[in-house]
């Protein structure tokens, strides 16, 4: 698994990696970006779908539990070492990228967030990543607490939900 942009440039910052490891390693996520763009230009239907799926299902988060808490468990979600969604999370503290973009309902990888409970500065959250077909991808819960600058961090990862 390759480290996520945020891994990249933190590596880079600590001079662990050097300037062209950097530029070949952010070259890969963009060939990967590239790739998925040219996915969806073949089968502009599926995309679409899936689009409509993603924006269903962050709209039904935001309505329930607001905006800033489902951006913050998706940028808590990222810092998570090798956890492989957080490859699609890395900028989702980013305001100006839709919700909608970091989940994937049918595309494989999927990513979708299964359940999210909030109770006082605790945060409950089951996703679903993996395999695309009904019961093969894997369930993991989190719990998610705000620290000392109130920021959300995952404090508890549970290796699979039943």
């Given at each position: ?15 662990e990696i050097k300037r062209e490891e950097l530029q ?50 998706l940028v808590a979600l990222s810092e998570v070492p ?58 993991r819960g989190f719990v998610l607490r705000r620290d ?15």
């Amino acid at each position: 698994m390759i480290p996520t942009p945020n891994e990249v440039f933190a590596m880079f910052e600590r001079g662990e990696i050097k300037r062209e490891e950097l530029q070949s390693l952010m070259a890969m996520h963009a060939r990967e970006l590239i790739g998925e763009m040219e996915e969806d230009y073949q089968n502009p239907a599926a995309a679409w779908i899936e689009g409509m799926l993603a924006r269903q299902a962050a709209g039904r988060l935001v309505w329930r539990h607001g905006r800033l808490l489902v951006r913050e468990v998706l940028v808590a979600l990222s810092e998570v070492p090798d956890f492989p969604p957080a490859r699609y999370l890395w900028n989702a503290s980013h305001p100006d990228v839709p919700l909608h973009c970091f989940l994937r309902m049918r595309r494989e990888p999927v990513f979708r967030i299964i359940q999210l409970g909030r109770r006082g500065d605790v945060v409950d959250v089951t996703v679903e990543h993996g395999e695309a077909g009904r019961g093969r991808g894997i369930r993991r819960g989190f719990v998610l607490r705000r620290d000392d600058r109130w920021r959300l961090l995952v404090v508890k990862a549970q290796p699979t939900v039943p």
